[in-house]
Each structure stands twice: as structure tokens, then as C-alpha cells.
């Protein structure tokens, strides 16, 4: 699979992997460490979006070069979250799936960018990454909250608006055509690693190059703490190991997913991919990384692995289906 350009950036570069290192501890700000060659405070930021609070770790010289590249993040993430938050009604992607049926709809850069990514992955997954199963998505969260599941026939009545060929992507119009009336997008697959990347690569791009961005399951990491190798963190997977760590530098992990959560739904059968191995992705960029975790979820170990690996750089870590 190619690395859509929009998605590539300095500091998507080089992936250090370790396992079962001890935790260090971390504390919202820190010192420089008098004689170091890089004089390195740390800050901490949160923000809600994209239904998860983004949490932004960076080391700089100054508090108010901090700020101001946060502040730049932030406003990227906003505009992130107001283009491709499949929760917010108000959203670009809402206005989208309310003209499905109708004629292709002009489209913004990072709407377009994530449905031609979503769209790439699903011609390589065979359709096991589908931003076209909304409906099904809907049908689980309206009955979750009635306390049940959707039954057949809820399903059966929605199952003709999935499909990835039936959304159009055109990239010289930029246009998105959602082809059948009743279809939905849903973006949560994709949406929050390439909301990450975006953070990472403002606050790049601004001299902050120590940086970690953490949105929910994804995890963006930049160049490490002065005097680290990498950025460690443990992988939350309750199946896992106690204390299994990955290590990175210059990359991207997208925590384990595919353990039955309403979070990920099976576009062929229409019901969570329940009975799988959970599956972590390393890979350089956290959009990447998390729609290949979303997919090798609904395919199971042997399609997701051999999925994951055509990838550059990118590598699946399974974990034993919780009992």
C-alpha cells in the first residue's frame, strides 16, 4: 500500500520496537537538565475531539513557543474535528451523508484526504475497511443504548447501503458521490490517526520536534525526550502481557482493537468482529495505523497479518481473544 503524499511528513521516519521494558514515569512538566546541550522543558495539553481528548506532550525552550505551537495544533485539530467527526451533526461529513442519493458533493482538503485514504484501503483489505457501514454503526449504538443488540432484520433492511464501491471519489473534481440513498459514512476507522498526524506536523513544522500526540486508540510520536531512544508506552490491550511496551521514535501505534467493542464493525456481516484477536499496528503514520488495526480486526490473524506486512515498515502485533 503507498502512503497517500498528504500523509507524509519529516518526521515520519524511523520505528524503534521494544517489549517488556520497564514503565517510566512521567509528570506534566519537568526541569532542563543543567549542562545538557538541549535545555528541554516538558509540557502537557489536553483538547476534546473527535469523541476522545487529544493529549499533546512536548518538549521546548519556552513556555510561550509551547503555547503558540499548541495553539496552531489545536486550531488544525478543530478544523479536523468540524470537517470528519462522524458525532457532530453539524459536521462536513454529516452534510455529506445527508446528500446520499443525490449528485457528487464538492468536498474539503481533509474530508477528500481521509476518504481517498479509506477508499485505498479498502480496495487493498478486499472491503475489510469500510467507511461506507455507518448504518450499521447507527443500528448498534441506537440498540446498545436500548440496552440489546440490532437483530437481522435491522440489519438485513440497511445492508444495500455498504459498500466501499458504491462511494465515488474524484479526484480531479474533489468531489465524493455517496451513489444509493440511506448510505452513511463513518470515519472513526481513520479519523483520529490522521487527526494526529495533522497536530504532529504543525507542531513539527513550528521547531517543537520532541513531541508525542495521543487521540484516544492512536498514538503520533516525533523525534523522543532529550536523552531517550524513543517514546515508550505500554499497549493497553487487557489480553497482552503485563507491562508490554513498544518504544518509538518517528512513527505511529494504533492500540488494540478488535475484541467485540460496537467501536468496529464487520462491513460483510454487519456485527462487531467478536472472537478475534485484537490487533496492534506500528507503522509511520497513525492513519495508517489505524485503519490497517480496524481492517486486520474484522479479517483475523492470518488475512491481517498478511495485510499489515505489505505495508513498509508497518508491523501487527496480535493478542489472545478475551474469554
Known sequence: MTIPAVLRSPWYCTLLVASCLPLLAASCASSPRKGSQESLARYEYKRPALGTEVRVVIYARERALANASVAAAFERLAAIDAAVNSDDSQ??????????????????D???????????????????????????????????????????????????????????VDAIERTAHLTRPGMKLDARGIARGYAADAVT???????????????GEVVTFADPPPGKRGWRIPLRHRTLPPRKVVTLRNGALCHGTGDGRITI??????KPPAGRPAVTVVARTGAVAQGLATAAAVQGRAEGEQLVRKVPDATPLFATPAR
Do not use: K
Open 265 to 270: 464493525i464487520d462491513p460483510f456481516t454487519g
Open 201 to 215: 506536523d504543525v507542531l513539527w513544522h513550528r521547531g517543537v520536534q520532541r513531541c508525542m500526540v495521543e487521540a
Open 110 to 168: 481533509d474530508l477528500f484526504a481521509v476518504l481517498q485514504h479509506a477508499q485505498r484501503l479498502a480496495r487493498e483489505s478486499g472491503g475489510a475497511f469500510d467507511v461506507t457501514a455507518g448504518a450499521y454503526a447507527d443500528l448498534w449504538r441506537v440498540a446498545a443504548a436500548a440496552g440489546r443488540a440490532p437483530n437481522d432484520s435491522e440489519l438485513e433492511a440497511v445492508r444495500d447501503t455498504v459498500g466501499y464501491s458504491l462511494l465515488r
Open 91 to 108: 459536521s462536513e461529513l454529516s452534510r455529506l451523508n445527508a446528500s446520499a442519493g443525490g449528485p457528487p458533493v464538492p468536498v474539503g
